[in-house]
């Protein structure tokens, strides 16, 4: 199976990762966050769930070291060559198997970094590497190194979550037209994932979030599904995903008739959108768009029932969550860059009345704002 880049491209994203590197002082790095594996050798497995580590060295040779059943995996997806493996035996340390590694790779006494902020290293884990390269080499933080590199896009990237946003677009199209009184929640969870999964898309990064009645103010996914009332609400948070490029939604459908807390609420959400699409731009600290969004629903008394944050980086992500990092939070000082990618999402909930409102799209920062990457519009859905 060839790459889903082509060699210049990933070529490319190996020359400023170690450039990165050098201008940090590094000799070499840790990786255990498969989204950096992904995009730097495009290597695609939830081996990570175990342990496994990926090292890359200032000239950008890549080896992996992994468990037996994603040997093969590494070899049909990536273009790693150099694999290595460690065995489950009782009392096997893979922080020994790794530290075999950086002795063949003469490590000793290098400055490396290593992903700390990973799914793919636990505490239990690292604590045996940390044992294990005691004394070794010195190990730097370096868990924002390749996340900073993979913010901003390339047209492939971008021509990735465009299809990503079309299948959501092709989701919520069925959750439309099957949103009805008497409709089971399954039926329409079914029919959302198929549409991704027929338009040739991948299971997103977290499930899809559905909710009707009081679960619509939930914004997890919980197991057990329910029948939709006369009068009902519905909401949902998804995301399509292509080449495991993601670009997530988020609607309140109204079932039956509507009460008019819920037409002033979507009125609030859809106002703190357009006000934070507007204040989407590069040069602005993500922060600001937050302050935008919070101005917006606190202006109209809703301070109780909005989030302290309304936003988050999408891109190719993994299990557990699709959520890319950073998030428009208060305070957040970061600068938003042209090709950077967001999922915007206004949410009220308000507990005292167990009535919930949200409208969230993904969008693509240009050189003077930011687009929607999706074709729905963000007008309220009453299904009768």
């Known amino acids: 199976?060839?790459?889903?880049?082509?060699?210049?491209?990933?070529?490319?994203?190996?020359?400023?990762?170690?450039?990165?590197?050098?201008?940090?002082?590094?000799?070499?790095?840790?990786?255990?966050?498969?989204?950096?594996?992904?995009?730097?050798?495009?290597?695609?497995?939830?081996?990570?769930?175990?342990?496994?580590?990926?090292?890359?060295?200032?000239?950008?040779?890549?080896?992996?070291?992994?468990?037996?059943?994603?040997?093969?995996?590494?070899?049909?997806?990536?273009?790693?060559?150099?694999?290595?493996?460690?065995?489950?035996?009782?009392?096997?340390?893979?922080?020994?198997?790794?530290?075999?590694?950086?002795?063949?790779?003469?490590?000793?006494?290098?400055?490396?970094g290593i992903e700390y902020r990973s799914y793919g290293l636990t505490a239990h884990n690292w604590r045996l590497i940390e044992k294990s390269l005691d004394g070794f080499c010195t190990l730097n933080d370096a868990s924002q190194l390749i996340d900073e590199l993979r913010s901003v896009k390339s047209p492939q990237e971008i021509a990735y979550a465009r299809r990503a946003a079309e299948l959501a677009d092709d989701a919520l199209?069925?959750?439309?037209?099957?949103?009805?009184?008497?409709?089971?929640?399954?039926?329409?969870?079914?029919?959302?994932?198929?549409?991704?999964?027929?338009?040739?898309?991948d299971y997103a990064g977290n499930e899809f979030i559905i909710g009707s009645g009081p679960a619509a103010l939930l914004v997890r996914y919980v197991s057990g599904r329910r029948t939709l009332g006369c009068n009902d609400q519905l909401t949902l948070e998804f995301a399509g995903a292509y080449r495991r490029y993601h670009a997530a939604m988020m609607r309140t459908l109204i079932i039956g008739k509507t009460h008019p807390q819920h037409l002033k609420m979507h009125r609030v959400c859809l106002d703190a959108i357009n006000a934070c699409m507007e204040a989407v731009r590069p040069g602005s600290e993500m922060g600001t768009v937050y302050e935008v969004h919070a101005e917006v629903m606190d202006k109209a008394g809703y301070h109780r029932h909005r989030m302290q944050a309304c936003g988050y980086g999408m891109g190719a992500v993994y299990n557990p969550l699709w959520v890319d990092p950073p998030m428009f939070y208060r305070g957040n000082s970061r600068l938003i860059q042209p090709n950077n990618i967001f999922f915007l999402h206004m949410i009220l909930v308000d507990s005292e009345t167990d009535r919930a409102m949200t409208l969230g799209q993904t969008v693509l920062v240009t050189e003077h704002g930011c687009e929607p990457m999706g074709r729905s519009t963000l007008d309220l859905v009453v299904n009768i």
């Open 1 to 112: 199976m060839p790459l889903h880049f082509d060699e210049t491209e990933m070529n490319n994203r190996r020359r400023s990762a170690t450039a990165a590197m050098t201008k940090a002082g590094l000799d070499g790095i840790l990786i255990f966050k498969q989204e950096s594996m992904y995009y730097l050798t495009g290597y695609d497995s939830f081996g990570f769930g175990m342990f496994q580590c990926l090292y890359m060295d200032t000239d950008g040779n890549t080896t992996l070291l992994t468990r037996l059943p994603d040997l093969r995996q590494a070899k049909y997806t990536s273009d790693i060559t150099d694999i290595r493996l460690w065995y489950d035996v009782e009392g096997v340390n893979p922080g020994e198997c790794l530290k075999e590694l950086l002795v063949d790779k003469e490590c000793k006494g290098n400055r490396l």
């Open 173 to 201: 199209d069925q959750a439309i037209e099957l949103a009805r009184p008497g409709a089971f929640e399954g039926d329409i969870l079914a029919a959302m994932q198929g549409a991704v999964f027929k338009g040739g898309g």
